[in-house]
């Protein structure tokens, strides 16, 4: 079933460059882009595992996300056509699209090896399941929540290929405050249930950045 859905949630998720800017869809410089995001978003659903067990996350915030995509995925490119348009030069806007579309390739990687790493773990919800292992190993060897890392990359990076600056920042900043608050959750939850041997491996990783953060 989850695999019918992806067509409409494609559909849902450009539906602000359906309505407003098809366009979008005849320029290889902006078609790439979202095919790309298009692509592993569709592939990330697909492989994420599913929960039974109740979300220890406040579901309206994740609506609100949700319903929010086609305007988070449009605003970018809306910013690119009114505003920097005519500021910027074709060679800075041909570097924000090379290294745009490499952080988006690369976020995306990240996103989907992390998720299969993880396993029957690595679900949306932020749940404890049965007999719930801690993955420390691979990318989770140097750093707690990859796939959130990933997520920024996506977005900072498709953002970025399409030529936008300030909603670049604005979008990685507003989603960047929605994975502190479901990192402090998560890791709540998996010190209650791990207690020093999650405290430990606290000690010797960071949440996003090596060595950083």
Known sequence: MRLFGVPILIVFMNSGFILFAGEVYTYLHTLFPI?????????D??????????????????????????????LPYFEYKVILYQILT??????TIIAGSILLLLGGTLLL?????????????????KEHQLITNGV???????MYLGF?????GYSLSLGSLFMTLVICFVFLLIFKNRIDIEERLLLSEFGEE????????K???PFLY
């Not at 095919?35 to 592939?43: M, R």
């Not at 697909?46 to 579901?59: A, G, L, Q």
């Open 198 to 205: 999650y405290a430990n491996y606290m000690k010797r990783t």
């Open 45 to 74: 659903i697909v492989i994420r595992p599913t929960s039974t067990i109740k979300d220890e996350y406040n579901r309206s915030i994740l609506i609100i996300s949700f319903l929010s995509l086609p305007i988070i995925l449009f």
């Open 90 to 95: 074709p060679s800075i806007f041909n570097w």
């Open 207 to 209: 949440r996003l950045l």
């Open 113 to 129: 090896i992390s998720r299969m790493q993880l396993g029957k773990y690595g679900g949306p919800r932020i749940v404890i399941e």
């Open 140 to 146: 989770y060897k140097y750093i707690r929540h990859p």
């Open 152 to 156: 920024l990359f996506i977005f900072f």
């Open 35 to 43: 095919i790309l995001l298009n692509v592993l978003i569709s592939i």
